[in-house]
C-alpha cells in the first residue's frame, strides 16, 4: 500500500500536488484540502477483454416505475428508472422532502418497500409531514432517522428496500474518516457508497442535496457526475410555485420542467402551467410581451415584463429576474443605437411571469419589443405573441417549434403572432401570422411614431 498526499478543491474536485490559494479550475479562493490517496500496488487485477457491440448482451430494457405524478414523471422522462441514483437538489425549504415522500406514497406497495432515511428529522417530525400529505398509515414506507453511514449500511443490507431515500446527502456521515461532517469528502465518500450500492443491489436511490444560495450543491459539484439524474426543485421565497427542473438524465431528455404548487396538504400539479403564468396579466399595461416558451415537448405561454424608468443615479439600475443578464443587455445595446432609445440614462427591470427561468434564444423578440413598449409606454396588443431571435444587425432569426407554440397560443386564445421570415408559409386557422424579416418591421406594426425614425436608422 502506498499513501500519496493530494490537494483537492472541495468545490469542482480539481486536484493538486500542491495547497493552491485559488483553485485553476473554479476560480475558487480557500478551497483545497489535504487528502490522501492510497494506492494500492499489491492488488489483483480482475477485467474482462473489451468486446465488440454484438457480443455485448443488451439488457432486457430499462424498467421504469411512473409515480402518476405526471408533472414528476415528465421530468424523469417517463419515471423511475430502476436501479438509478437521483440527485434532488434545492434550498432549505422549498419542499424536497414533501416531494419525495409524495413520490414516496404514489410507488410504494407490498411488494415495493420504501425506506425513507433521514438525517435530518426525527420520527416524530417525519410523522407530522406523512399525516400533513395524508399518507396510510398501513403504507410501505419505513422511516429511519439517523445519519451514520454504518448503521444506515447494516439496516438496508438487512431490510432490502426497493426504493431509498436519502434525506440529505449532506448530512450522512463515516465516522471512519477523518475529515469533519459535511465536507465535501464526507459527501463524496457517502455518496460513492449509495452509488454502488443501487447497482449491486438494483435499487433506486434519491439522495436529497441541498444547495446554497449561489446554486451550487453544497458540498462537491463532483457528486453531478457520480449520480445517474439530477433534478434541480425551484421557487421564489415569496410564492408558492415550484419548478422541478432536470439538469442531468442519463436515461431521458433533460429539458423538461415539471409545475407544482406547494399547498397546506402538499404539491399539487400544474398541468396547465400558461394559464397560471397568464393569469395575473392586466390587458393595456405598457411593458408587457408574451412568449409562448418550448419547454421540452410542452409549450408554455409566460409574460415578459419590463419597466424602464428614468435613472436618478449615475449607474443606471439593471434587474433581469428569469433572464440572461448578459443577453438583455446586449438587445437593449441594439435598441438604443438602432432606435435611439436612451436606456443608458433609464432604470431597466425585467422579469418572466410565474418565475421561470427563460434561457432559449426565441425570447430575444419579446425582450425587445417589452422593452420598446415600456420606454414608449405604448402597449403591445393583448392578444398578440412574440417568437424570434435577434441579431446584432435588428434581423429576426428562425427559432425550432414555431408551429407548436402557434398551435399553443391559438389554444390559449391569442389571435395574432409575430415571428421571423421562413420559408415555408404557414397558416394555422384561428391566429393571423406576421412573418418579419427584420424588428424594424414590427416596430412599425406596434409602435407607429417609431415609423419615421426607423426608416432612417434601421435595415426596413
Ligand atoms: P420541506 O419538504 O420540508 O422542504 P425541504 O425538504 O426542501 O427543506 O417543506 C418545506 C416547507 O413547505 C415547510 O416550511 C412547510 C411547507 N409545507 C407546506 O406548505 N405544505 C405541506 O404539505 C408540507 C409537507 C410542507
Ligand atoms: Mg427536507
Same mark, same amino acid.
Given at each position: 500500500m502506498k499513501e500519496k498526499n493530494i490537494f483537492i478543491?472541495?468545490?469542482?474536485g480539481y486536484q493538486s500536488v500542491r495547497w493552491l490559494g485559488?483553485?485553476?479550475?473554479?476560480?475558487?479562493?480557500?478551497s483545497f484540502q489535504l487528502e490522501q490517496e492510497t494506492k494500492n500496488n499489491d492488488r489483483q487485477i480482475v477485467f474482462e477483454p473489451p468486446k465488440k457491440l454484438d457480443e455485448i448482451e443488451k439488457e432486457v430494457g430499462e424498467k421504469r416505475i411512473p409515480a402518476g405524478i405526471s408533472e414528476f414523471d415528465r421530468v424523469l422522462g417517463g419515471g423511475i428508472v430502476s436501479g438509478s441514483v437521483i440527485l434532488l437538489a434545492g434550498e432549505p425549504g422549498i419542499g424536497k422532502s414533501t416531494l419525495v415522500l409524495s413520490v414516496a406514497d404514489k410507488i410504494v406497495s407490498s411488494e415495493r418497500k420504501v425506506l425513507y432515511v433521514s438525517g435530518e428529522e426525527s420520527l416524530s417530525q417525519l410523522k407530522i409531514r406523512a399525516d400533513r400529505l395524508k399518507?396510510?398509515? +398501513?403504507?410501505d414506507i419505513y422511516f429511519l432517522s439517523n445519519s451514520d453511514i454504518e448503521v444506515i449500511k447494516t439496516v438496508i443490507d438487512d431490510f432490502k428496500p426497493q426504493i431509498l431515500i436519502i434525506d440529505s446527502i449532506q448530512l450522512i456521515y463515516n465516522s471512519q474518516l477523518d475529515y469533519s461532517y459535511g465536507s465535501s469528502f464526507q459527501i463524496r465518500e457517502t455518496a460513492h457508497f449509495f452509488i454502488e450500492w443501487a447497482k449491486k443491489n438494483n435499487v433506486s436511490i434519491f439522495l436529497i442535496g441541498h444547495i446554497t444560495k449561489d446554486g451550487a450543491?453544497?458540498?462537491?459539484?463532483t457528486l453531478e457526475h457520480l449520480v445517474d439524474v439530477v433534478i434541480y426543485f425551484e421557487g421564489e421565497s415569496m410564492s408558492n410555485l415550484r419548478i422541478l427542473r432536470n439538469m442531468k438524465n442519463r436515461f431521458g431528455p433533460t429539458d423538461e420542467i415539471g409545475v407544482f404548487i406547494m399547498e397546506q396538504e402538499g404539491l399539487c400539479e400544474v398541468p396547465e402551467a400558461s394559464k397560471l403564468f397568464l393569469s395575473s396579466r392586466k390587458e393595456n399595461i405598457s411593458g408587457s410581451a408574451i412568449f409562448p416558451s418550448q419547454e421540452g415537448k410542452r409549450t408554455i405561454l409566460v409574460e415578459i415584463q419590463c419597466l424602464v424608468s428614468p435613472g436618478y443615479f449615475n449607474i443606471p439600475r439593471r434587474t433581469f429576474t428569469g433572464l440572461d443578464y448578459n443577453k438583455v443587455n446586449l438587445i437593449l445595446a441594439v435598441m438604443e443605437k438602432k432606435?435611439?432609445?436612451?436606456?443608458?440614462?433609464h432604470d431597466v427591470y425585467f422579469n418572466v411571469s410565474g418565475g421561470l427561468k427563460i434561457d432559449e434564444p426565441a425570447v430575444d423578440l419579446p425582450i425587445a419589443i417589452a422593452s420598446i413598449s415600456s420606454f414608449k409606454e405604448i402597449p403591445t396588443p393583448a392578444d398578440a405573441v412574440f417568437i424570434g431571435e435577434l441579431s446584432l444587425t435588428g434581423e429576426i432569426r428562425p427559432v425550432p417549434y414555431i408551429p407548436l407554440r402557434i398551435k399553443e397560443s391559438v389554444r390559449l386564445g391569442f389571435k395574432k403572432v409575430f415571428i421571423p421570415k421562413i420559408s415555408d408559409n404557414i397558416s394555422i386557422s384561428g391566429i393571423k401570422i406576421f412573418q418579419a424579416e427584420y424588428l424594424g418591421d414590427i416596430v412599425k406594426i406596434?409602435?407607429? +411614431?417609431e415609423q419615421k425614425q426607423s426608416v432612417k436608422t434601421s435595415n426596413l
Open positions: 478543491c472541495q468545490e469542482c485559488k483553485c485553476p479550475a473554479c476560480g475558487q479562493w480557500n399518507i396510510k398509515n +398501513t403504507s450543491i453544497a458540498g462537491p459539484k432606435y435611439k432609445l436612451n436606456f443608458s440614462s406596434l409602435f407607429p +411614431t
